[in-house]
């Protein structure tokens, strides 16, 4: 009897085309980090042009300050919104109405340098802020439901990848060599779409996620359809028959709520490591390392390698271990990064051993709370409680992001 196939092209292209979506989140973190100074430019410009007057150093950074700040907001939004979109339309469509979003978005940042409208470009990244907060919170749902137990760590893990892989991209294209001048960043802007559209066509070809289809809609014809397609089999009663004894096991738990999940005892310690684990993944001090223009390139692409192979390693080394051990690296690096910072007045050679713990402390993220907090999620959550546990852990993601860029800037 042959050993059925794990990795069936159904199910790479259901990844592919979730993974396609979460790399709007990398790109619109970073893309403005190059080229801030054109657009600052740009913003004093259209400031004369409709006032005549010349806007003051405090009234720019104040709108400037906006523009970046308002994605992480719009990020929050987005996550909250999306308990309540996964379970009125389901990952795949909640997913579809979330390009649209961001299809909308993109277009009013890309107008807004031509009308000279400062306004239309902040909305705009409040759009796509809240597109992005929907892609992290439906994409970690539909990815864990789709994809079989034993790679689930490794499929999971797509969202961190994605994200970073947008996150190098953004900070490449965005440098003044490439886009980031005075007369191309709209082109940054265009190329923020790109996710969307991408990911809208794929999900045309793709299936619901089963779970979805079975244990809220009640839809067994349409979740055994999307499992044999994405198993690339007829025999799915394994799979079928345990989501039916969940379905018997949680009868009465068919809609968590935010509320439930802090005043119902078992709920308790799962919400607490979700909330912890993703406040972790933003306090563990790596927003001081990617904050920078060319710098952060190499930081980029060390962060997608390692990524990748945290995939791997995750089904194998578990979730748990490979977060402790990422952490407990991270501060080791900051450490150490801490005293050659204090030692380089005394022995000007240490500056290079500084780069060498910066790139270290990033393999350290990237192996533990940089891919493990959008893994784990899901997983340790009831099919009933999943929705409102993954908008209350990436709400704290995305407030977290925004507390570091307020408290630490």
């Not at 993109?106 to 009308?115: E, G």
């Not at 949680?250 to 809609?255: D, F, N, R, V, Y």
Request: hydrophobic share 50%; aromatic share 12%; proline share 4%.
């Amino acid at each position: 009897m042959t050993e059925p196939k794990i990795f069936t092209k159904e199910l790479i292209l259901t990844a592919f085309a979730t993974g396609s979506g979460v790399v709007s989140f990398g790109w619109n973190t970073g893309c403005l980090n190059s080229a801030q100074e054109s657009i600052k430019s740009w913003i004093v410009e259209s400031y004369y042009h409709r006032t005549g007057h010349t806007l003051s150093k405090y009234v720019l950074t104040l709108i400037w300050s906006t523009t970046v700040a308002i994605f992480a907001i719009g990020g929050a939004i987005g996550a909250f919104a999306a308990s309540f979109i996964s379970r009125r339309y389901g990952r795949r469509g909640g997913l579809l109405k979330a390009n649209l979003l961001g299809i909308i978005a993109a277009t009013f940042m890309s107008l807004s340098k031509f009308i000279h409208s400062p306004e239309l470009l902040i909305l705009g990244r409040l759009i796509i802020g809240i597109e992005c907060g929907l892609y992290t919170g439906l994409c970690t749902m539909y990815l864990s439901e789709v994809s079989p137990r034993r790679i689930r760590g490794m499929i999971g893990s797509l969202t961190g990848f994605s994200a970073y892989l947008g996150l190098m991209s953004a900070e490449i294209f965005s440098t003044p060599v490439l886009l980031g001048t005075n007369s191309r960043w709209p082109l940054i802007m265009v190329i923020a779409a790109f996710p969307s559209v991408t990911q809208f066509l794929l999900l045309q070809f793709c299936y619901e996620s089963p779970r979805f289809l079975l244990m809220n809609r009640g839809d067994e014809h349409g979740a055994r359809q999307a499992l044999s397609a994405l198993r690339q089999r007829y025999d799915v009663e394994d799979e079928i028959n345990e989501m039916k004894q969940e379905v018997e096991h949680l009868k009465g738990e068919s809609h968590v709520t935010i509320k439930e999940l802090f005043t119902q005892q078992v709920f308790r310690l799962p919400i607490a490591v979700a909330i912890v684990v993703h406040f972790s993944m933003r306090f563990c001090g790596i927003n001081a390392i990617i904050v920078g223009p060319y710098a952060t390139i190499g930081v980029g692409v060390i962060i997608v390698l390692i990524t990748l192979v945290s995939g791997t390693l995750m089904d194998r080394a578990g979730r748990r271990t490979l977060h402790l051990f990422g952490l407990f690296g991270t501060w080791l690096c900051s450490l150490l990064l801490t005293i050659t910072f204090i030692l380089t007045h005394y022995a000007p050679w240490l500056k290079f051993l500084s780069i060498a713990f910066v790139y270290t402390f990033v393999i350290f993220f990237a192996i533990g709370p940089g891919s493990v907090p959008w893994v784990i999620l899901p997983e340790i959550f009831t099919q009933g409680a999943r929705p409102a546990a993954t908008s209350v852990a990436v709400v704290t993601n995305w407030m977290s992001n925004f507390a570091v860029g307020l408290l630490f800037p």
